[in-house]
């Protein structure tokens, strides 16, 4: 017969006194315009993300951050039109920022799927989010562009480098896709 002493060992963290950053609340972000009906779908929650393509929350790349594969990985034409823009964009004093570029099926996927979420059935997500087999940036085709004054900035000036919005409903997403040196006329939604 055997005896077994068993002993649990209780390990008390000890509370660790943190320096916490006194950053001040952020100005907040201009009123958005009426032709922004909807924030993109973000994965901003998911501290372990790790999916290709994800970025957290409120952090936007630059357009010559190569780099990350976000950026570096976008189609070489669309890459050095949107780096070409933002020069131009500078000298205007507008900070052109990449907060989506190139994303893997799986993360185009989750992105889907929040779409069906928030908006209740596949096909109301389809007009906000394209489904992984569509989507411009799974190919590197395309990019998401912030603040809304660059957006607006390459709304007016893009299609001198080639760069067209697409979507009415998305102001901030911009492809490759001037015809004669003219945007084609916008699609009111990505299932439209
Ligand atoms: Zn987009």
New binding site residues.
Partial sequence: MKTRTSRTLVTVAAAVALTLCACGTAPAPPTPQRTVPVE?LRIGDAATDTVGGWLPAGVTLSPFDVSNPIVGWLDPSLLTAIQDAADAAAADRIDMRIT?GWRTPGFQQRLFDMGVQRYGSVEAAREFVAAPEVS??VTGE???IAPVEADMWLIRNGSRFGLCQIFAN?I??FELAVVDGRCPPLRPNAAG
């Fill in positions: 993109p989506s411009k940036h395309a990019v998401d998305e901030w997403h």
